[in-house]
Each structure stands twice: as structure tokens, then as C-alpha cells.
């Protein structure tokens, strides 16, 4: 009789300690499935703005042979006058900082 007893009792102490086990390796996995999710959601939203940033820089140049010249030379001047400050704030930095 004891050692149908002890037996018994190793026996429930061993699926209890299964059931324990198996039962983190459940929470594991639903973590695990959470945060799979989220990256999922992540990755998504990345290769969206991934596509947007390829869609803009794949644009065609249009030939300048068929603009407005008048139109054509503000859009130099414009970029003239924003190199020319650029120079300038650079030169200023240098200025300060040396």
C-alpha cells in the first residue's frame, strides 16, 4: 500500500510539473504571436513608405525642350539663390565654429 502511494503521488507531482511546463510554453507562444503580430504591422507600414519613396524618385524627367523658358529660368534662379545661401550659412558655421 505505501508504495502504491508514493507512486500515486510522483506520478501527480510529474503531470503537474508537465502541466506547469506546458502551460509557460502556451504563454511563451502567445507572446511570441503578439509581438509577431506587431512587427507584422511594423514591416507593413515600412514597406508602405518604402513604395511611396520609390514612386517619387522613379519619375520620369520631363525634357526641358518642351517647358516654358520663362518658367525654366525662375526654378534656376530659385535653386541659384539656395545654393548661394547654403554657401553662405556653411561659411558662416565655418566662421564661428573655427
Known amino acids: 500500500m505505501p508504495w502504491f502511494l ?3 503521488l510522483l ?3 510529474g503531470l503537474a510539473l508537465i502541466g506547469w511546463l506546458v502551460w509557460r ?3 511563451s507562444g502567445v507572446a511570441l504571436g503578439r509581438e509577431l503580430a506587431e512587427a507584422s504591422e511594423r514591416v507593413a507600414a515600412l514597406s508602405a513608405q518604402v ?3 520609390q514612386e517619387a524618385t522613379r ?3 520631363e525634357l526641358a525642350v518642351f517647358d516654358d523658358p520663362a518658367r525654366l529660368r525662375r526654378e534656376r534662379d530659385r535653386r ?3 545654393r548661394r545661401r547654403a554657401r553662405a550659412r556653411a561659411a558662416r558655421r ?3 565654429s573655427g
Open 6 to 8: 508514493l507512486w500515486t
Open 11 to 13: 506520478v501527480v507531482a
Open 25 to 27: 510554453v502556451v504563454r
Open 51 to 53: 513604395e511611396r519613396l
Open 59 to 61: 519619375r520620369e524627367p
Open 80 to 82: 541659384d539663390r539656395e
Open 94 to 96: 565655418r566662421a564661428l
